[in-house]
């Protein structure tokens, strides 16, 4: 049982990488362009592969929620309440929220892009604080 929660909470980090790529990709493209673009195979292959984590990438976000709800299931009906997971657990669902919210949005804001990115990074930490 302890193993299976275990196993939810590395699925829930897992999913929580595979949104992260989007991002990172992006980021290495923009700052590795002329040398990626240099080799015609690995042009092609960074590319598609970065298209498809940007254009899933609110999909892997969906599945995070949906681990967490599981691990959770798991893990309150055998330790009870866990201060540092809920923590984490209710950045990622204002997260999740900031995300739809934006991909609604017409125009994405300064505002919205700072606040994605920078819960992204404070999750980051909250797993890391949970998990120690
Ligand atoms: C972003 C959300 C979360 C992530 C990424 C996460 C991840 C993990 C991981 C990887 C473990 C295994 C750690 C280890 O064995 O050392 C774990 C353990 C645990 N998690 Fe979470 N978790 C999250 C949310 C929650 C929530 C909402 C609860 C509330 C019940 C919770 C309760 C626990 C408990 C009780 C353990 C066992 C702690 C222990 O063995 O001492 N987690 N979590
Ligand atoms: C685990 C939860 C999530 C994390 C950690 C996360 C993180 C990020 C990060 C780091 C960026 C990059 C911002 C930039 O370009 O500098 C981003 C972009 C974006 N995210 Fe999320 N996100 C999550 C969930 C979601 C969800 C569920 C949605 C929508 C339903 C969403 C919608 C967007 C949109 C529209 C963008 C900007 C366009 C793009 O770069 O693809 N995010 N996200």
Redo the contacts with the bound molecule.
């Keep these: 049982m ?1 193993d299976l ?2 196993f ?3 699925l ?2 897992t999913s ?1 990488g595979l949104t992260l790529l989007s991002f990172l990709l992006k980021w290495k493209y923009k700052y590795f362009k002329k040398q990626i673009n240099e080799i015609t195979w690995i042009k092609d292959r960074f590319t598609k592969i970065m298209k498809f984590f940007v254009k899933y990438h609110r999909f892997f976000g969906f599945a ?1 929620v949906l681990f ?1 709800l599981m ?2 299931g798991v ?2 009906s ?5 201060i ?3 923590l ?2 209710g ?2 669902f204002l997260q999740v929220g900031i995300g739809v919210y934006g991909f609604k949005m017409a125009k994405r804001s300064k505002l919205w892009l700072w606040s994605h990115r920078t819960l992204a990074v404070v ?1 980051g930490v ?2 890391w604080i ?2 120690n």
């Design positions: 302890s929660g275990e939810l909470g590395l829930i980090i929580y995070t967490i691990h959770f893990q309150f055998r330790y009870g309440v866990n540092t997971g809920a984490a657990a950045l990622m999750i909250a797993i949970h998990i």
